[in-house]
C-alpha cells in the first residue's frame, strides 16, 4: 500500500504559477504509476497530468498542455505538478492518485477508476 498527501495548493491571480507536491509513504513508490485529477464544484474527477513507473512517459490533459508539468523524484517518494500561466478554470481541488501498474497505456493512465490510492486533495482557486 502506499498513503499519498498532497501540498502546495492556495490562492493565486489568473496568470500565476503554483507547485503542486504529492508525498508518498509505503514501500516501492517506484513501482506506481502516479496521476494528478482535479474535481471543481459541479463537475465529475477529470484528468490532469500523469507519468508512468519508469517516467519514461508523460501525458497531459489537453487543456494543460503547455501549462503543466508533471515530474516525480522516486528517491523522495515525490511527485510534483508544476502550473504555470494559471487560469480561473483551473480552480478545483487537485488529487494525487498512484496505481501499481507498469504500463504506457494512455487509457489506463487517464482514467481515475483505474487508480487503487488517492490523498486527500488540495485546493487551487485561481482568480481573474
Known amino acids: 500500500q502506499v498513503q499519498l498527501e498532497e501540498s502546495g495548493g492556495g490562492l493565486v491571480q489568473a496568470g500565476g504559477s503554483l507547485r503542486l507536491s504529492c508525498a508518498a509513504s509505503?514501500?516501492?513508490?517506484?513501482?506506481?504509476?502516479m496521476g494528478w485529477f482535479r474535481q471543481a464544484p459541479g463537475k465529475e474527477r477529470e484528468f490532469v497530468a500523469t507519468?508512468?513507473?519508469?517516467?519514461?512517459?508523460?501525458y497531459y490533459a489537453d487543456s494543460v498542455k503547455g501549462r503543466f508539468t508533471i515530474s516525480r523524484d522516486d528517491a523522495k517518494n515525490t511527485v510534483l505538478l508544476q502550473m504555470i500561466s494559471l487560469k480561473p478554470e483551473d480552480t478545483a481541488i487537485y488529487y494525487c492518485?498512484?496505481?501499481?501498474?507498469?504500463?504506457?497505456?494512455?487509457?489506463?493512465?487517464?482514467?481515475?477508476?483505474?487508480?487503487?490510492?488517492w490523498g486527500q486533495g488540495t485546493q487551487v482557486t485561481v482568480s481573474s
Open positions: 492518485a498512484a496505481v501499481p501498474a507498469y504500463t504506457r497505456s494512455y487509457f489506463i493512465l487517464s482514467n481515475p477508476s483505474k487508480y487503487n490510492y
Open positions: 509505503g514501500r516501492a513508490f517506484s513501482s506506481y504509476a
Open positions: 507519468t508512468s513507473r519508469s517516467i519514461d512517459i508523460t
